[in-house]
């Protein structure tokens, strides 16, 4: 008997077909059946439903002689199920990968619950993403829908839930007919429901798709979902232990036929009169007694017209709200221009330092390790950071200055600022002043195209205008760089008058020269014991998906092959840490303790130092990882599909930091074999360290405060045994400068495996 029994109806899906077996049958939890039923499908479905049951004996094809609809079609696969669950997916949808065996974890954990309850994704035809988010319910019990009444505010669909097999049998339960048949199922199902668990995890990608979903398509069969609810009111007036339940479906029945009505793409012009008239007789008919109706659901009380009325003021209203914050932003920011231009010019503080990390959101990266350095030598540096709310304020030391953007102290700060420390582009609305400096620290040596050169890839520059970003690298006066390398690609991308500082990166000094104990209390904070091998997994965006996620690599499936003895930290980019991304395979396994999330960790370097071996792909962190002198493996699954879409200035994966995996299967070989730190990997890192980082000496963050805010151009640092002096470049000294260098010198750089040239 399998674990899963997963019940596929097949109509019109030919084109999606084989991607959804795919992401059944290539689970790495392989204990499943599948039931793919063509139901009457015109198209070539059934043939390749009969393709796949030769060749996987845990398929079966079932085809009727004519289509049914998706309920009925479920019922039919139903009926052949083995499985101690079932899962209905439609022929278009993609479980995620990973996805079973979470499932099959979560459903030992609760000790098999008659309904699981998981998170999706919706992929839009137009290729967006949307999460289909939980509501607030523990994940840690069983409960029912007294204990979480929350549980029937989500999706009322079949295709998000796990369904105990034997529950089903004992209730009877079966799809009734009609378009909107999930309506009639869901309810019954999980009001019935002793034992109900959630999994906040995507395990399936819903595709939306212009053309033949329901939901996207406008026609008559919508008036159905009227039916669906009286199916639903009859299944409550059957049972009386469920009559409490009745003013909380009338209300739902009420806003789900609304929802209908105002969506553009639901109900032909024409049909909405007669919708809205069935809805309504409906309502009236269904209402419980003394139930205080909501304004928005009385308009069901009212005649149509009233309810067009209501929708064309609301409309107006939206419409004129949207231009009167069109305005009041047009005349707040020609305030502040004029404000800037006519208000009185303010003395220079001469040791007055702003600071911003990441677009506002802390002290972090190299400008908190020029502050934390500054504090330390140059007490008589005023620094103030610019912080994107008080509650990121309230991270800073107590004794630290903060401004939030635009405000009133932040446009007087600013206006008397000497020096500006930052690692992205201040907004256009920051005072310009002769005598001001601005540092740009940069956010690591860059591998992928930057600035100018994005100008040759319109995919990785949507939503970026690239002309605003290099006038405002006009500002710049000098720019950090951690060797040569970086320093060409800089002034390449950004061909802009600043000078190139060879100080080293300040955030790796600490990296350079650990200090002891280095990365222990990560390990405590997150109970790692101090034996284990820590592989920190740190992927990278990708510019050729809609939301920059693309789940290349299995997190809780990495972890268990890892084996006893290794705990996985998983740090996400910045910019994927408040989407989807985490939901499809982190979350989940970090709340049962199979990994460690690390994407919430401030400081990256304290991640970095507490790892013994960085797996990435093609993230900028493995510059950094490399000043450790510790092994780096690369996974390059889909190289070519990166650098067709992003372009990179170098290959990566011909001079890699130490081995490359190209599948997964060669990924865990690397592991289980110790190849990871053999001494090939060894001779690898050695030439990868000889070609970047040459000025990373440990005291990059000293010679930025010395030379450029102290301005002790002549500073070296203090002979320390261990610690190298910086390598400089033959005939080059700290600061080579992009504005009075010898008129059409070049630097040669090689990138993707063609020379280009920096004009110097």
């Known amino acids: 008997m399998p674990r899963f029994s997963i019940v596929l109806p097949c109509f019109r899906v030919q084109g999606f077909l084989r991607e959804c077996l795919d992401s059944v049958l290539e689970q790495s939890f392989g204990d499943l059946e599948v039931i793919a039923v063509n139901d009457g499908s015109p198209d070539g479905g059934g043939a390749i439903l009969d393709e796949y049951t030769a060749r996987d004996p845990r398929v079966r094809a079932v085809h009727l002689p004519e289509n049914v609809g998706p309920g009925r079609a479920r019922n039919a696969g139903m009926s052949y199920a083995t499985g101690d669950h079932l899962l209905f997916l439609d022929g278009d949808d993609l479980l995620t990968p990973g996805a079973l065996r979470v499932l099959a974890d979560r459903l030992a954990e609760t000790g098999d619950p008659d309904v699981l309850v998981f998170d999706h994704a919706r992929l839009h035809w137009w290729g967006g993403t949307g999460r289909g988010a939980l509501a607030r319910i523990p994940a840690e019990d069983t409960f029912d829908v007294n204990d979480h009444p929350g549980v029937l505010d989500l999706p009322t669909v079949a295709w998000n839930k796990v369904h105990r097999r034997e529950f089903l049998t004992e209730h009877g339960f079966r799809f009734p007919p009609g378009s909107h048949a999930d309506t009639a199922w869901t309810f019954p199902v999980l009001l019935s429901a002793r034992r109900i668990a959630v999994l906040d995890r995507i395990c399936l990608n819903h595709r939306q798709r212009r053309p033949g979903a329901l939901p996207s398509t406008a026609g008559p069969g919508h008036f159905d979902v009227h039916d669906q609810y009286e199916r639903v009111f009859a299944f409550v007036a059957e049972r009386p232990r469920l009559a409490p339940w009745m003013p909380y479906l009338h209300a739902r029945m009420g806003a789900h036929c609304l929802e209908m009505l105002s969506g553009p793409d639901r109900l032909p012009p024409a049909d909405r009169p007669e919708f809205f008239r069935r809805s309504a007789e409906m309502f009236r008919r269904h209402k419980p007694r003394d139930v205080r109706l909501t304004p928005e ?16 003021v609301l409309r107006t209203g939206r419409r004129l709200g949207s231009e009167a914050v069109r305005v009041r932003r047009a005349v707040s920011s020609r305030a502040r221009r004029t404000g800037t231009a006519l208000a009185p010019r303010r003395t220079l503080e001469a040791g007055l330092v702003v600071y911003s990390a990441f677009s506002h959101r802390g002290m972090l990266g190299d400008p908190g390790a020029i502050h934390r350095k500054a504090r ?6 005023r620094g103030v950071w610019v912080v994107r709310d008080e509650r990121t304020a309230a991270l800073l030391p107590p004794d630290v200055e903060h401004v939030l953007p635009d405000s009133p102290r932040y446009r007087e700060i600013t ?47 949507y939503g970026l205008d690239v002309p605003r970003m290099l006038r405002r690298a006009d500002r710049w006066d000098h720019s950090l760089v951690a060797d040569l390398y970086s320093e060409l690609v800089w002034e390449r991308a950004y061909p802009c008058h600043f000078a190139s500082a060879r100080t080293g990166s300040p955030r790796n000094d600490v990296l350079v020269a650990p200090p002891p104990g280095a990365g222990a209390e990560f390990r405590l904070r997150h109970g790692i014991p101090q034996d284990h091998t820590v592989v920190l997994y740190a992927p990278t965006r990708r510019d050729y998906r809609r939301g920059g996620h693309a789940e290349r690599i299995d997190p809780a499936r990495l972890a268990a092959d890892l084996g006893e003895g290794h705990t996985l930290v998983v740090r996400l980019h910045p910019s994927l840490a408040r989407g989807p991304a985490r939901r499809l395979g982190l979350s989940e396994p970090a709340r049962r303790g199979l990994l460690v999330d690390a994407t919430d960790e401030p400081h990256v370097e304290e991640v970095m130092l507490a790892s013994d071996v960085l797996l990435t792909d093609y993230s900028a962190l493995m510059f950094d990882y490399a000043r450790l002198d510790r092994p780096i493996v690369l996974h390059a699954d889909d190289w070519d599909t990166y650098t067709a879409s992003r372009g990179t200035y170098v290959d990566i994966t011909a001079e890699p930091p130490g081995h490359v995996s190209r599948t997964y299967r060669e990924l865990a070989r690397l592991f289980t074999s110790g190849a990871w730190r053999d001494e090939e990997s060894a001779l690898l890192r050695a030439a990868f360290r000889g070609r970047y980082g040459e000025f990373d000496d440990g005291h990059a963050a000293e010679r930025v405060v010395r030379t450029l805010l102290l301005g002790e151009r002549d500073w070296t640092p203090a002979p320390a045994g261990a610690v190298p002096q910086p390598r400089t470049a033959a005939g080059h000294g700290l600061l080579a400068t992009s504005r009075g260098g010898a008129p059409g010198c070049r630097s040669a750089l090689t990138v993707r495996g063609e020379q280009v040239h920096s004009m110097r």
């Open 297 to 312: 659901l009385r308009v069901l009380e009212g005649p149509y017209a009233a309810y067009v009325a209501k929708r064309q």
């Open 376 to 381: 330390e030598i140059a007490p008589q540096l």
């Open 415 to 461: 206006a008397r600022a000497a020096f500006f420390v930052s690692n992205v582009d201040w907004p256009g609305a920051l005072p310009e002043r002769s005598g001001s400096v601005h540092i740009q620290t940069h956010q690591g040596t860059p591998l992928k195209f930057m600035g100018a050169d994005l100008l040759e890839k319109p995919g990785a520059r």
